[in-house]
Nanobody, 114 residues
Framework: QLRLADSGGGLVQPGGSLRLSCAAFGVNFRLGFMSWYRQAPGKQRELVARSSEDGATDYADFVKGRFILSRDNAKNAIYLQMNSLKPEDTTVYYC????????WGQGTQVTVSS
């Protein structure tokens, strides 16, 4: 059974940095797209960044130039380096992959506040 485990959230001051991690368990093959989403209370979940199997990346406009997504296929893992964090980045971030159906991590809270 495929399972995603995401981690790395926390409290950081505006302008600071955090690194989120997501690893897939229960699979012995390379996954396709792996992505990060975020969802604020009362809002729809939105795509932050995604990586194809070969490492090509796409970013939402609101994180371009600040966030960097990297991937380790040997570990079926992705990482989100978040720099220049803003208060509006505060929310829960979820790891995602699509393999017949959507799989989600449990979510990790990011809080940007002084």
């Amino acid at each position: 059974q495929l399972r995603l485990a995401d981690s790395g959230g926390g409290l950081v001051q505006p302008g600071g940095s955090l690194r989120l991690s997501c690893a897939a368990f229960g699979v012995n093959f390379r996954l396709g797209f792996m992505s990060w989403y975020r969802q604020a209370p009362g809002k729809q979940r939105e795509l932050v960044a995604r990586s194809s199997e070969d490492g090509a990346t796409d970013y939402a406009d609101f994180v371009k130039g600040r966030f960097i997504l990297s991937r380790d296929n040997a570990k079926n893992a992705i990482y989100l380096q978040m720099n220049s964090l803003k208060p509006e980045d505060t929310t829960v971030y979820y790891c995602n992959t699509l393999w017949g159906e959507n799989y989600w991590g449990q979510g990790t809270q990011v809080t940007v506040s002084s």
